[in-house]
């Protein structure tokens, strides 16, 4: 079964550190996908990143940067220098074909989110 | 560009009363949709999902249903609502990749 863990609860920084979210992912499957989306204050779900199982270049988007570790399961995101804007809830989720028809795949399975509550 | 909306807003609403939440998509075709419940303090569960007009796929028994009237239009049913219905209930859709989420609809079950 595909599981993804997010073990960290809440953080809790001072802008400008760097900080790195965990996410541990399962699946029987060699074909994948993971993602990252933020949620503010607001609700909204806001997609940030989304990388296939065969791509294992890790990714930097200004301030933001994705690990990516097949051997250990892992898809970690780090935001350097961070700041009050980027408080939120942060969703790590995992597909098996996105957007793809029937059955069930297409579906994401998400992590249970890590809040990170960065203060001036 | 797409834009996907979700109405109301907010929701208040009797225990055993009905439900209506309605999500429309504008600027593709043939979306696949899907309806997620955020519970408070908790992740996203999925509902339902839809890959096409009448086509209506359940994940959670519950008391909840959606329809699909038409290719860009999703909605979010109950005929009695529950104090467990009480969350946030996203609305999503998709093409070939990755989800986009709508502004979300916060339900109060009293």
């Known amino acids: 079964a595909q599981k993804v863990t997010q073990a960290q609860t809440e953080i809790s920084v001072v802008e400008k550190e760097d900080v790195t979210l965990d996410c541990v992912y399962e699946t029987r499957d060699t074909t994948y996908y993971l993602f990252w989306y933020k949620q503010p204050p607001s609700g909204e779900l806001v997609f940030l990143i989304r990388?296939?199982?065969?791509?294992?270049q890790n990714e930097i988007s200004g301030r933001y940067s994705w690990n990516f570790q097949k051997s250990t399961s892992s898809f970690n995101f780090t935001i350097t220098a961070s700041q009050v804007v980027d408080s939120a809830v942060y969703f790590c989720?995992?597909?098996?074909?996105?957007?793809?028809?029937?059955?069930?795949?297409?579906?994401?399975?998400f992590g249970k989110g890590t809040k990170l509550s960065v203060k001036p | 560009s797409q834009t996907i909306h979700q109405w109301p807003a907010t929701l208040v609403q009797p225990v055993g009363s009905p439900l209506s939440l309605e999500c429309t998509v504008e600027g593709t075709s043939n979306p696949n949709l899907y309806w997620y419940r955020q519970a408070a303090g908790r992740g996203l569960q999925l509902l339902f999902y839809s890959v096409g007009i009448g086509q209506i796929s359940s994940e959670v028994p519950q008391n909840l249903s959606a329809s699909r009237p038409q290719d860009r239009q999703f909605i979010l049913s109950s005929k009695k609502l529950l104090l467990s219905d009480s969350g946030f209930y996203l609305c999503?859709?998709?093409?070939?990749?990755?989800?986009?989420f709508g502004p979300g609809t916060r339900l109060t079950v009293t």
């Open positions: 990388r296939n199982s065969f791509d294992e």
């Open positions: 999503a859709w998709s093409g070939v990749g990755e989800q986009y």
């Open positions: 989720a995992l597909s098996d074909h996105p957007g793809d028809y029937g059955g069930s795949q297409g579906n994401l399975i």
